[in-house]
C-alpha cells in the first residue's frame, strides 16, 4: 500500500517535469508569435487624422478621366483615418438632394491624394437608401496606398 502514493508522487513528478520541459521550449516562440501578431494589428488599425468640412480644397482635374460622374449629393464633413499599412479611410456625412431610393456609388466621389492623383474607393459601406434630402454617415475605403487624403471630390449637376 505503501507503494502506490510513492508510485504517484514519481508519476506526477515525471508529468509535471516534462510539462516544464515543454513548456519552455515553446515560450520563446510565443512570445515571439505574440509580438510578431502585435506588431501587425498595430500596422493594420486605423488612427484618426484629421476631420474637413465640406469637401476641403481639391484642385480641379485636368483630366476627365480623374472627375467623378455627377450627383445630387453633397459631403457636409468627413473624418480620415489612416493606418501604417496604408489602410486609408473616411466616415463622411452626406447630403443627398436629388429623389429618395438612391445609394452613393464609388464613381460619384472620389479622394485626391498627396502624390497628385484622384482614387474612388473601393468600397463605400451605407446603411440602406437615401431619402429625399437626408443626411447620413457613409464610410468610404480606398485601396492602400503611401499617399495621404488631401480631400474629396464630387462633382454637382
Do not use: C, W
Not at 480641379?60 to 453633397?74: G, H, I, L
Amino acid at each position: 500500500m505503501s507503494i502506490r502514493p510513492a508510485l504517484l508522487a514519481i508519476a506526477s513528478l515525471v508529468s509535471f517535469s516534462s510539462y516544464a520541459l515543454n513548456f519552455h521550449d515553446k515560450a520563446p516562440n510565443d512570445e515571439l508569435n505574440d509580438i510578431k501578431q502585435s506588431l501587425e494589428q498595430a500596422q493594420n488599425t486605423l488612427h484618426y487624422e484629421r476631420t474637413v468640412n465640406g469637401t476641403g480644397y481639391v484642385p480641379t482635374p485636368k483630366d476627365n478621366s480623374d472627375k467623378p460622374a455627377r450627383s445630387y449629393f453633397e459631403v457636409v464633413s468627413y473624418d480620415i483615418y489612416t493606418s501604417q499599412s496604408g489602410k486609408r479611410v473616411i466616415q463622411a456625412i452626406v447630403t443627398n438632394h436629388s429623389g429618395g431610393g438612391i445609394v452613393l456609388k464609388p464613381q460619384q466621389i472620389k479622394a485626391y491624394l498627396s502624390n497628385s492623383t484622384y482614387v474612388e474607393p473601393v468600397r463605400i459601406k451605407q446603411e440602406g437608401r437615401f431619402t429625399q434630402n437626408e443626411t447620413k454617415s457613409v464610410t468610404l475605403y480606398f485601396e492602400d496606398t503611401d499617399a495621404s487624403i488631401l480631400g474629396l471630390l464630387l462633382r454637382s449637376y
